[in-house]
């Protein structure tokens, strides 16, 4: 089931996405030096800085694994349902706190 958070930007939780112990270790990534690259929200004004509170992990494709299995399967591009999508295709993983 996908549920829809916050229209913009486009927030979606899935259910079962990903097991408890991948989703602890899909967000553990960010504290670990060298596995992630963090990036601060943008701020296009001073009125901006209040509302704009969001940071973001860049994650290294071949640390995130079970995230991009369960993206694939999400889309039907998991197993013989269709030609896999190739990882270069997809933008970086990344975990971001709101």
Request: overall charge positive; hydrophobic content about 40%.
């Amino acid at each position: 089931r996908v549920r829809l958070l916050h229209r913009s930007p486009p927030v979606l939780v899935v259910d079962d996405f990903l097991a408890p112990d991948e989703c602890r270790a899909v967000r553990d990534l960010r504290a670990t030096p060298g596995m992630t690259h963090e990036v601060g929200s943008l701020r296009f004004s001073a009125d901006a800085v209040s509302v704009r509170t969001s940071t973001t992990w860049f994650c290294r494709y071949e640390l995130v694994a079970p995230l991009l299995c369960a993206a694939r399967r999400l889309v039907g591009l998991g197993g013989a349902r269709g030609t896999p999508l190739p990882v270069a295709h997809a933008e970086e993983p990344q975990v971001v706190r709101y």
